[in-house]
């Protein structure tokens, strides 16, 4: 039995497909070790309210036994961040925890800052913070507001990073590469900072040669080599660059087949159509959960491109380590946290330097199509699941999160 109350704060939107992996799957975790969260506090946007995701997602939290669920509608980002705080006061004020030891686990920059300056200094809870990713940079660089915005949007962020390094009681970050970032940038403590990737439920994201057969039978691909994406179509997934690369290996071997998994169905077929593409030589899909892990083991190669800036060095992409467990090599771009590294030492795919090179696309195609046929084997598939269970399973992490739980319930 635990000696505290765990109080979660989410901030990843319901709609998404991320909240199955980084909030339902990890509560179940805690729950199934015994250690479960009290509430959660869970922010929704517009978007949350009659998509099919969003209920689904509703419905599995509500079966989490022990886990009392309150949804704070998220306020506007144009009324700054005092609406909010307001808010958050006003819920904790009502839930009263009984608990002598409380821990608040937030899991973003807003809602560890919000949380940060409601409970103020003189606290006697405790506070951990997950960073995700690295939010100045990724306002600077990616956001689709016009430059002044994003200006203004990444001094924000930056102000709500170094509030969140002062004051909370423990950092997660996904990639070591983040660690070391804000060790050398804060002067942190480094047993502050806790390293946990993005991590995905080895139950559903497992190699099954069975469903492998069974999906590619369904979409009529018989033994044609697939390139596959899944994932959003987001200005840092590269897309423009992505269907470049599907063009020229349509180019070069016309029975190769593109599996496409993403919630932008419309946006997607339209990048097929442009890149000259014939319909019968691609899929778009929208699945979640176990039918993706299905439709991700129909693919022979997964694909990751990014950017060597900041927000990659230190990310952690979830889809990679759902590729590996189902099986898949991946073709990736270098510096991406530190997954790059992984790919070279466990000869997990292939590792592209600039995805702005037309030419080192093609030499990079040429190599995949001169891989050995071991490579794709069964046997190859099974040992990628392993790694990914070794680098990337929840089961392998909550030990740990429990560990930093118990340690500052004790202090």
Known sequence: MKDYQLIFINGTPLSVSLFDS?????????????????????????????????RRHKKMLQEIPGLSVIFLKQTSATGGFRPLEQILSSTLSHMNPTHPRIIFHANSYLTGYALLRVLGLARKQKVIVDFKGILPQECLYYDPMTL???????????????????????LTVVSQAFKSHLITHYNLNPDRIYMVPSCL???IFRYDPENRRRTR??????????ILYSGSLWKWQLPERMFALFKIAHQKKKDIRFLFLTNETEKARQYFTDSGIPVDQFHVLCAMGAEMADYLMAGDVGLLLRKQDLVNQVASPTKFAEYLGCGLPVLCTEGIGDISSLVRRENLGWLMKNPFSSQEMEK??????????????????????????????????????LELYEKLSRT
């Open 22 to 54: 980084h909030i339902i799957t990890y509560l179940k975790k805690l729950q199934e070790a015994g250690k479960g969260a009290d509430f959660l506090i869970s922010l929704t946007e517009d978007a949350d309210v009659e998509s099919e995701s969003c």
């Open 148 to 170: 002044p915005m994003r200006v203004l949007r990444y001094f924000l962020a930056l102000h709500m990073q170094r509030y969140i390094c002062a004051r909370t009681d423990a």
């Open 201 to 203: 439920d080895a139950g």
């Open 217 to 226: 039978e369904k979409l009529g691909l018989s033994d044609a080599p697939v």
């Open 364 to 401: 990079i195609l040429d190599q995949i199509q001169k891989t050995p046929r071991e490579f794709l084997s069964d046997g190859e598939r099974s040992r990628r699941f392993q790694i990914a269970t070794r680098e990337f399973s929840w089961n392998n992490y909550i030990p740990r999160i």
